[in-house]
């Protein structure tokens, strides 16, 4: 006899209160096996992979890509007959499911979340997904998802780009393993002979006004909150400094040579993150954090390093766990890994937690300089602006240099104006003539 049950949308362990479904990796009537891979949603925090702790045949997907659905709330209902060999629906409706034990509809991490059942909210446009069955009651004939139940398997990017260029994922074969859509496939749809249209429910575009509307929501939504929480929690300060580099840059192309960085990126960056490093040691204020509930300064005696990174959902900040303990080169190992994973927007929640100092490029977008905001939770973020050739006097005679620009913003409540000043004058130094290093 089937035995049905309902797979709830866990918290992925980060506290969070409802999520963006994303994309199905499955179907009604698909057979699944024990953890396997069934759904992709967006969190606050990123993007996360969930996978089905049954084996089964899949019967029902009750939300559709792009609905926002609170945490322990039924998406899935599965028949896990002992069997493996179940119908996807099931054949009479006198047919009587085995209810699952309770424990069996928590969410799969953070029992202590909202109950299943809560409502959700769709995005502007989308039909409104059935109320999940009760489990107890007879189940009835298997609904169809829009288009046949068939969800387009593609990551988060490619379908940004399907929607910027007008192609409808659902008139696509995807060209990769498992059918999974790919650019290339959505670039030669667009350059084909008849593009799709765009569809107005899917981009927010509305012809007559020629707006585009796009809900405010997951990382964009997580980021605005934490920003805007941080400029009126924490007394902002800047500085700037403006330093020559070209000793630095001297350095990076001598150990791009050397075997022991060979197949190594080192980038400005990895100099820069090394330098705060070993900054922070001299100036461990800003290293600090403000605990309003407490009402104590706490001091960390760690440097979880975080690096802001653009990614297609929005700016990211994931951390290098104890970078002070790393060497240049692991560092920009380090650094490569985390901006890898950040650009294709698998980077994890765990990821993005308990840093102690930020890092913001901006050099990379040919900005040279900027007033960053300081993430919540930490007390200081130095933004790195490009380098550029720029006249410059050395010994009394102007000669063309590698010239880079520094902004530090630093929470006024820990870091007074003299350790602020000093931590960036010290980061200065380091990037000016690295070889300051072995005096620290």
């Not at 039909?127 to 009651?137: D, G, K, L, M």
């Not at 900054?279 to 800003?286: H, I, L, Q």
Request: hydrophobic share 45%; net charge negative; charged share 20%.
């Amino acid at each position: 006899m089937p035995e049905y049950k309902q797979f709830p949308l866990s918290d992925t362990a980060e506290g969070l209160t409802e999520a963006d479904i994303l994309a199905w990796r499955v179907k009604p009537g698909d057979t699944v096996t024990v953890n396997q891979i069934v759904v992709e949603v967006e969190t606050a925090k990123a993007a996360v992979e969930l996978p089905i702790p049954w084996a089964g045949v899949v019967t029902e997907l009750h939300v559709e890509p792009g609905q926002t659905v609170e945490v322990g709330t039924p998406i899935l209902t599965m028949d896990v007959d002992p069997d493996g060999k179940a119908a996807p629906a099931p054949a009479a409706a006198s047919a009587e499911p085995a209810a699952p034990a309770e424990e069996e509809m928590k969410p799969l991490v953070g029992y202590g979340s909202k109950a299943a059942g809560t409502t959700r909210r769709a995005r502007k446009g989308a039909t409104p997904a059935p109320a999940p069955a009760a489990v107890a009651a007879a189940p009835a004939p298997v609904a169809e998802t829009p288009r046949g139940g068939y969800v387009p398997l593609a990551k988060p990017p490619v379908r940004k780009l399907a929607k910027d260029l007008g192609v409808d994922l659902h008139s696509l074969t995807g060209s990769a393993d498992g059918g999974v859509i790919t650019r290339d496939d959505v670039h030669r749809a667009a350059n084909g002979s008849a593009a799709p249209a765009v569809s107005t429910v899917d981009s927010g575009y509305d012809p007559a006004t020629r707006e585009r509307r796009v809900p405010i929501k997951g990382v964009r939504k997580a980021t605005a909150a934490a920003m805007v929480q941080s400029a009126y929690t924490a007394p902002h300060v800047t500085e700037f400094l403006t330093i020559d580099v070209t000793p630095m840059m001297e350095l990076r192309e001598k150990l791009k040579k050397s075997r022991e960085f060979s197949g190594v990126k080192l980038t400005p960056l990895a100099f820069a993150a090394k330098a705060v490093c070993l900054a922070a040691k001299r100036t461990p204020d800003v290293n600090a954090v403000w605990d309003e509930a407490a009402q104590e300064i706490v001091y960390k005696d760690y440097v979880h390093l975080g690096i802001a990174a653009a990614t297609p959902r929005g700016l990211v900040v994931p951390k290098i766990r104890d970078a002070d303990s790393l060497s240049l080169k692991e560092l920009a190992v380090a650094l490569t890994e985390l901006t890898d994973v950040a650009r294709e927007g698998k980077t994890t929640p765990a990821a993005m937690l308990g840093g102690t100092f930020t890092i913001t490029n901006v050099g990379v977008f040919g900005v040279d300089t900027g007033t960053p905001i300081i993430n919540p939770g930490e007390s200081a973020i130095l933004a790195v602006g490009a380098i550029r050739d720029t006249p410059w006097v050395v010994d009394g005679e102007i000669k063309v240099r590698k010239v880079m620009q520094l902004s530090l913003s630093f929470d006024h409540r820990v870091v007074d104006g003299q350790q602020g000043s000093e931590f960036l004058a010290d980061v200065g130094a380091l990037l000016a003539d690295p070889a300051v290093a072995i005096t620290y």
